[in-house]
T-cell receptor, first 113, second 112 residues
Framework: DAGVTQSPTHLIKTRGQQVTLRCSPI?????VSWYQQVLGQGPQFIFQ???????GRGNFPDRFSARQFPNYSSELNVNALLLGDSALYLC????????????FGPGTRLLVL | QQQVKQSPQSLIVQKGGISIINCAYE??????FPWYQQFPGKGPALLIA?????SEKKEGRFTISFNKSAKQFSLHIMDSQPGDSATYFC???????????FGQGTTLQVKP
């Protein structure tokens, strides 16, 4: 069984640019969450989507946005990139929203120059 | 109140020894406590998880001990192996939010 997949694996952008990261959940999973992991720290919650609706938002600026598609895949968009946005962006999927176990993908490594 | 505090930051253990990582929380609404293992360049992988209705859960060499009154939980890795060398994160979530709050991580090195 395929796990959570994310694309691209690595990305280099310059300040001010925009980036779109993609995530495909485990087959049958309907909830997707996004986390940002800065080097040397634990992941920080950004968004959670379930059945194409936003169910949770972390303490991130409006430059960060996301959406979930009818096939339950998801995109994370970050506008007006800052150097501090350099991080590993992780997508996690779970069967449903709430108390279900979350399974993480390999992440997208974003470097902002 | 949303924080999860993890210690130690780093840990060195001899092969065959016991690795112990501790976490503490403040939010009494937390009711799900997973541990994740992360290797360099990889995403976190779920290791073991516990809910507050039990005080201990064991899966193979990995055991979670949970102390609800002290608001603490810990991961014990028995017979630690060099392949266990990784970063370990505790986490917590509450109710139906599904939002995981992670600790700061513990880098474990198991020496052969």
């Amino acid at each position: 069984d395929a796990g959570v997949t994310q694309s691209p694996t690595h990305l280099i952008k310059t300040r001010g640019q925009q980036v779109t990261l993609r995530c495909s959940p485990i087959s049958g999973h309907k909830s997707v969450s996004w986390y940002q992991q800065v080097l040397g720290q634990g992941p920080q919650f950004i968004f959670q989507y379930y059945e194409k609706e936003e169910r949770g938002r972390g303490n991130f600026p409006d430059r960060f946005s996301a959406r979930q598609f009818p096939n339950y895949s998801s995109e994370l968009n970050v506008n007006a990139l800052l150097l501090g946005d350099s991080a590993l962006y992780l997508c996690a999927s779970s069967l449903i929203w709430g108390k279900e176990t979350q399974y993480f993908g390999p992440g997208t490594r974003l470097l902002v120059l | 109140q949303q924080q999860v505090k993890q210690s130690p930051q780093s840990l060195i253990v001899q092969k065959g020894g016991i690795s112990i990582i501790n976490c503490a929380y403040e939010n009494t609404a937390f009711d799900y406590f997973p541990w994740y293992q992360q290797f360099p360049g990889k995403g976190p992988a779920l290791l073991i998880a516990i809910r507050p209705d039990v005080s201990e859960k064991k899966e193979g060499r990995f055991t979670i001990s949970f102390n609800k009154s002290a608001k603490q939980f810990s991961l014990h890795i028995m017979d630690s192996q060099p392949g266990d060398s990784a970063t370990y994160f505790c986490a917590a979530s509450s109710g139906n939010t599904g939002k995981l709050i992670f600790g700061q991580g513990t880098t474990l090195q198991v020496k052969p």
